[in-house]
């Protein structure tokens, strides 16, 4: 026994990297890329067709409310709000041929001394400045990123989609990114704002004879926004999802009386919406202090009911920030003229769905718990993003009905999928296995599906 025990440890040291002592902790290794696939990836995380072209935009949206300088007694002036874009489209060459770095810095705003906004680098499989192909037009995806957060948070999925034929335009929410994180009334006002004024942008860019490398590449037409826990809160009301009238003050001067239900019209370009953990349920208010908001934080049953394109929710069930009881979960149950999924990561919290923590984080406990999932691995759950919200979006922007395949699964529950295959690798009738997954790789996950009523 003794000497078993020697030779177990003595194969433990052996495994220790040269001058790390015993005991000493490492820290782990990233994915080469954000996006790259693991061996148990589900079968439409792997990208498509196209090589990966990446610009980025500077677009200004002029005669804005400057919620950041509001005066005392409620009076708001008025600026030209800038808006930092990254576009990632199809391009010539091999796919996943392409190499870049998007830099991005750590922090939660300007002068955090606990979270200084201290810069880093994410490995891409994009050619910057590249020209766009032209087999288009491809449907558009905007990306509206948390809080803080910023237009690189989720590369990994804008990359994997741009390569399947869509043109993604991700955008940094000015006062609301690691680095120049302000007013929150700010963060809730503008995100819808921001969403619809870059469609339009990307719209006039895409155009004939725009004299953009986006000319005829752009169907604006059929637009999806992908938004993450602030960026969902916004996507849903962008595509019509009215906020209550119990919220106007949170917000100066009674600017936010245009983001509640029955004052503004969805554009009829968006066609689908993807919500990430998706901020503004009644738990995530009230876990702010805020004691007057409606039945479902944000939204009465009017303004859910007003949502009516196909959505999409993503949400970990210990969500810990959105919140699922009380959160998610009843906003997916109540937008009931809207067709919609809901995916649920089982013991993940509120970060499924940005990039995997960068090494530059390891050394600081909160930067590094802005990205990373204690039960889950990051890469993993880019993985399972790719997966869902490539079948999704191909069904409600594409039109391909196949997809619907990848959605519709037999039973709710991955853990109850019975994987029953004959010699020739074909179904069996009892199988219930999730189209795309590999035997003994749908494990932790539910998938519902609801339609309008």
């Excluded at 963060?187 to 725009?210: H, I, P, Q, Y």
Aim: aromatic share 10%.
């Amino acid at each position: 026994m003794q000497r078993s025990r020697l030779c177990v440890t003595l194969a433990l040291i052996a495994t220790l990297p040269l001058g790390t002592p015993a005991g000493a902790q490492t820290a782990p290794a990233p994915l080469t890329v954000p996006g790259d696939l693991r061996p148990d990836a589900p079968e439409l995380a792997a990208r498509g067709q196209y090589a990966v072209g990446v610009r980025t935009l500077n677009l200004v949206n002029k005669g804005q409310l400057d919620l950041v300088h509001a005066g005392k007694e409620g009076t708001v002036p008025t600026y030209d709000r800038p808006l930092t874009v990254e576009v990632w489209y199809p391009a010539p060459g091999v796919s996943g041929g392409g190499s870049t770095t998007y830099t991005d810095v750590l922090g939660s705003g300007p002068g955090d001394a606990k979270r200084p906004n201290t810069p880093f680098q994410i490995p891409g499989r994009a050619t910057r400045d590249a020209s766009a192909v032209q087999g288009g037009p491809f449907p558009l995806v905007i990306v509206s990123h948390g809080y803080p957060g910023s237009r690189y948070l989720l590369s990994y999925l804008a990359e994997n989609l741009a390569s399947k034929g869509y043109v993604v335009a991700s955008i940094d929410h000015t006062d609301s990114t690691h680095g120049d994180k302000a007013a929150f009334a700010s963060t809730l006002l503008n995100r819808a704002l921001d969403d619809t004024f870059v469609l339009n942008e990307m719209a006039r860019l895409g155009a004939a004879g725009s004299g953009s490398f986006l000319s005829n590449v752009v169907n604006a037409n059929q637009t999806g926004i992908v938004g993450y826990s602030m960026g969902g809160y916004g996507a849903l009301n962008a595509a019509g999802a009215g906020y209550g009238p119990q919220m106007a003050p949170l917000v100066p001067g009674g600017a936010f009386a245009q983001r509640q239900v029955g004052r503004y019209t969805a554009d009829p370009r968006i066609k689908a919406v993807v919500a990430f953990a998706p901020w503004g349920g009644d738990a995530a208010v009230k876990a702010i202090g805020v004691n007057f908001g409606g039945k479902y934080g944000f939204w009465e049953d009017a303004g859910l009911q007003a949502l009516k394109v196909p959505t999409m929710f993503v949400v970990g069930d210990r969500d810990d920030v959105a919140f699922y009881e009380g959160g998610v979960k009843p906003l997916f149950e109540n937008a009931v003229n809207a067709e919609r999924y809901m995916v649920v990561y089982e013991n993940a919290s509120h970060n499924s769905a940005p990039n995997p923590a960068p090494a530059a984080s390891y050394g600081s406990f909160d930067d590094y718990m802005h990205y990373a999932e204690p039960a889950w691995d990051s890469g993993r759950l880019n993985n399972l993003n790719q997966h869902f919200v490539t079948a999704f979006l191909n069904l409600k922007l594409k039109g391909e009905q196949a997809a619907a395949a990848y959605l519709n699964v037999p039973v709710t529950h991955s853990n109850d999928i019975k994987f029953s295959r004959n010699a020739d690798g074909t179904p069996k009738a009892d199988d219930t296995s999730w189209k795309g997954f590999k035997d003994r790789t749908a494990r932790g996950i539910e998938l519902y599906h609801l339609l309008p009523k």
